[in-house]
């Protein structure tokens, strides 16, 4: 037999979920008990491994809860049969993307709760079949990282605070290992999950994949340098290589010295990164993209300025394209007759 009644553990928990913190003497007094049967009811919420947290306050022992198992108030919000609908269909959307981040089971289980509601309430839709007719996708590109990696970058967007990381690029960089960022997005094109973030550093945005975080402190206070005001997310993107798919990959380039000064003087991606600069006046600069596609157009538009080194489907794309294109000019000549002049160009 328990030791106590559901209902005053029950109202103990949800006074916690609210947001009340509470010493001992005020759980007895809210819920008419004795001292020592309130000792019991925290001992059966850890027993139960609810994660009560303690702190002295005033050399007395405060209880209370962790901001991420707070109660949402339950507010009545009027819906419409085609707002319901699309709620359905961007919950399948967010399962599919948050799959590898520690928001997976909160979803679930919060959507759970909303769809049955909904469910019941709905005269037109059977929300919960028409769930199951709505695929986005289920295995993540990235599942690597860490789930407090996730959790402290959110709440440092919550907070509006820095993050010191220890980051390892996929290239070579001049930045160090260890630096400070002030998180501005969250972003996973293509099911990568990265972070867009002002470096501390680079005094710029950058992009920072979560499975690259190898270690992440949420910085108590702000750092002098405050990232930009003018930041936004959608210019960002939209100026980004293969901004809306595919896997993240990178791209190394060899850019004649024709061209070189333009790379030095220009960003022309957020992770762009100059490599190398041998004697020649040649560059080596990296990139780090999702996708595969507007690399090789934009690399094509350098013509002979740009060389690809890596990877070598990237390669192999813009041969392929330049073959094709000196194919078609032969085809070309060999519709001319030899005693028929071209026009002036």
């Avoid at 019941?120 to 007719?133: E, H, I, N, P, V």
Wanted: proline content about 7%.
């Amino acid at each position: 037999m328990p030791l106590d009644a559901p209902s005053t553990l029950d109202h103990l928990l949800s006074l916690l979920r609210e947001g009340h913190a509470l010493t001992q003497a005020e759980i007895s007094n809210r819920l008419d008990v004795s001292r020592r049967h309130a000792r019991r009811l925290l001992r059966t919420l850890r027993d139960e491994e609810v994660p009560l947290q303690e702190e002295w306050v005033d050399r007395t022992k405060v209880y209370s809860l962790p901001a991420e198992e707070l109660s949402v108030e339950d507010a009545p919000v009027a819906l419409t049969e085609r707002q319901a609908l699309a709620l359905v269909v961007a919950a399948e959307a967010g399962r599919a993307a948050l799959a590898p981040t520690p928001l997976a089971e909160p979803l679930e289980n919060g959507f759970g709760e909303l769809l049955d509601r909904l469910d019941r309430a709905s005269g037109t839709y059977d929300l919960d079949r028409l769930r199951a007719q709505w695929h986005f996708g289920t295995e993540p590109v990235d599942s690597t990282f860490e789930g407090n990696v996730f959790d402290t970058l959110v709440d440092a967007l919550n907070e509006g605070r820095p993050v010191r990381i220890a980051y390892d690029p996929a290239s070579a960089s001049d930045a160090p290992r260890e630096r400070t960022i002030s998180p501005l997005v969250m972003a996973a094109p293509g099911g990568s999950w990265r972070c867009v973030a002002y470096c501390h550093f680079r005094e710029a945005p950058r992009d920072f994949t979560l499975s690259r975080i190898a270690d992440i402190t949420l910085c108590a206070d702000r750092v002098a340098a405050d990232p930009p005001d003018d930041f936004d997310p959608d210019l960002y993107f939209r100026e980004r290589f293969g901004a809306l798919g595919g896997t993240t990959r990178v791209v190394r380039l060899r850019v004649a010295p024709d061209a070189a000064q333009y790379f030095r003087e220009k960003s022309y991606h957020a992770s762009q990164v100059i490599e190398e600069e041998p004697p020649d006046g040649h560059l080596v600069v990296s990139f780090e993209v999702a996708g595969l596609e507007d690399m090789a157009s934009w690399v094509q538009s350098w013509g002979l300025s740009v060389t690809v080194l890596d990877p070598p489907e990237l390669a192999d794309r813009v041969a392929a394209a330049a073959r094709a294109l000196a194919a078609r000019y032969e085809e070309d000549d060999a519709t001319v007759a030899p005693d028929t002049e071209r026009p002036d160009s």
